[in-house]
């Protein structure tokens, strides 16, 4: 599946380096967003998970 240029834009403005499709959330598709270690080891951190929700048009989020 290819990642939508919103999504993508998203994670580098947030300083994320992972994005990870979830599956379909009340007819959106959601996506997560994370930042892995340059040696991919582990993921680091970042709080509280937060899901975007994008249909094609709006990106909402929600956490």
């Known amino acids: 599946m290819e990642i939508p240029k ?11 380096n992972r994005i990870t499709y979830l599956g379909k959330r009340n007819g959106k598709d959601a996506y997560t967003m994370g930042y892995v270690s340059e040696d ?9 998970p937060t899901v975007y929700l994008y249909d094609g048009i709006i990106l909402k989020w929600c956490s």
Do not use: Y
């Not at 999504?7 to 994320?16: D, F, L, M, V, W």
């Open 6 to 16: 919103i999504i993508q834009e998203t994670a580098e403005k947030e300083g994320c």
């Open 40 to 48: 991919g080891s582990l993921p680091c951190p970042t709080g509280l």
